[in-house]
């Protein structure tokens, strides 16, 4: 509970917490939301044994929002074989909640799906999101949430509207290739006669508000995230900007700057382009139906997590949602993460709220041993910071 502390000690608790909600964030690369909460988990009952412990692991629209959002929808998971990034066959799961269907990219385009030498934004492809909706609107599904973050791609969605028959033509009439290179060629869109998603509501769940183009947009910062040099970053920048003037004139549509509209290198454009889509904030629609605000009121000291705490932390993340919802109800907050830029720091040092810091790096400064055991690390690291923020000592700078 928070209270007003010991003079002795200047601790944040007048009493050890009985209730403590875990809510953490996948740490990319090393554990799922779920894993990461049982390895922190373990480590607080180390220090709280009576304590009651509910673990919430959490997703922002990007990688594991399936698994975590749909068993709390009473959904089922359903797969099948579509067109990977690099146009190799990748098995993709889906889940269907009754008239609801809840697709996410990372499992047909995400970065994870290719190997760090071959990630290259200006080639992939998310043609395998178009196959798995042509399956989805096969079935009696009323809403279509898709979740966008993860992924190895840069081309707005093109791929996607080609598997679902949009023809995207060069100035010769030839339909361009896949990835966010062939924007560049684009000179002509014309739409599929049939529209199998008519009369479905798409919504786009974003964990990113940036636009689609300038110096906040998909080429500029998301890109060489997945393997883009300097001069691809370029190429796409010019590359999505052409796709945008011919969607603009030749759909109607205006999406440069729609927020959310660079999320998964574009493909939020893509979704109101070519689908007429909706874009939110994937945090607060899974914070809403796994009723986080609830949860965080009765409990006494909220702990969550990322692999990598920055200053996009804040915009559309698990950890600035939470920390939304710990302001509004007064409660302390422990947050454990990979990496923690200093600039993050600062952010939350800021802050009207009891809040301890803490990153892996700075136990352990072999980043390969940190990801190799992150389970055991993060238990480790809970249960040590949790002790010294019961006991109010400072936070290492």
């Not at 560049?184 to 940036?210: F, M, S, T």
């Amino acid at each position: 509970m928070l209270g007003m502390g010991s003079p002795d000690q200047g601790s944040e608790f007048s009493r050890p917490p009985r209730r403590v909600l875990i809510c953490p964030d996948s740490f990319k690369g090393s554990l799922t939301a779920k894993a990461a909460a049982e390895s922190i988990s373990r480590g607080i009952r180390q220090v709280l044994p009576k304590a009651k412990v509910e673990l919430l692991p959490l997703a922002d629209g990007g990688e594991g929002t399936l698994e975590t959002l749909l068993p709390a929808l009473g959904g089922e998971k359903r797969g099948l074989w579509v067109t990977g990034p690099l146009g190799d066959p990748v098995w993709a799961e889906y889940g269907v909640a009754g008239e609801r269907a809840l697709l996410e990219v990372a499992q047909v385009a995400g970065l994870t799906l290719v190997p760090p030498e071959q990630r290259d934004p200006t080639r992939t492809t998310t043609y395998g999101l178009g196959e798995l909706l042509r399956a989805v609107c096969r079935d009696p599904i009323a809403e279509i949430w898709i979740a966008l973050g993860g992924s190895a791609t840069v081309d707005a969605g093109a791929g996607m509207a080609q598997a679902l028959g949009y023809r995207l033509l060069d100035g010769a009439g030839d339909p361009i290739g896949w990835g966010g290179g062939e924007l560049a060629r684009l000179a002509r869109i014309e739409p599929p006669k049939q529209r199998i998603w008519q009369g479905k509501r798409i919504r786009g769940l974003c964990d990113v508000q940036n636009a689609l183009t300038g110096p906040l947009g998909a080429a500029a910062v998301f890109a060489p995230q997945k393997g883009a040099t300097p001069q691809q970053v370029r190429q796409l920048e010019q590359a999505l900007q052409q796709w945008a003037r011919v969607v603009e004139r030749d759909l109607g549509r205006a999406v440069e700057g729609i927020p959310g509209a660079g999320a998964a290198g574009g493909l939020g454009a893509g979704l109101v382009a070519f689908l007429g889509a909706t874009l939110e904030s994937g945090i607060q629609l899974l914070a809403q139906h796994l009723a986080l605000p609830e949860r965080l009121r009765r409990c006494d000291l909220v702990v969550t997590g990322e692999g990598r705490l920055d200053e996009q932390s804040s915009m559309g993340k698990v950890v600035g949602a939470v920390l939304e919802q710990a302001m509004v109800a007064q409660k302390p907050l422990l947050i454990l993460c990979g990496q923690a830029t200093p600039a993050a720091r600062a952010d939350l040092a800021a802050r009207p709220l009891p809040i301890r810091v803490a990153a892996l790096c700075d136990r352990i400064p072999d980043v390969a041993e940190a990801q190799r055991q992150a389970g055991y690390h993060l238990e480790q690291m809970a249960a040590w910071e949790l002790k010294k923020f019961l006991a109010g000592d400072p936070i290492p700078t």
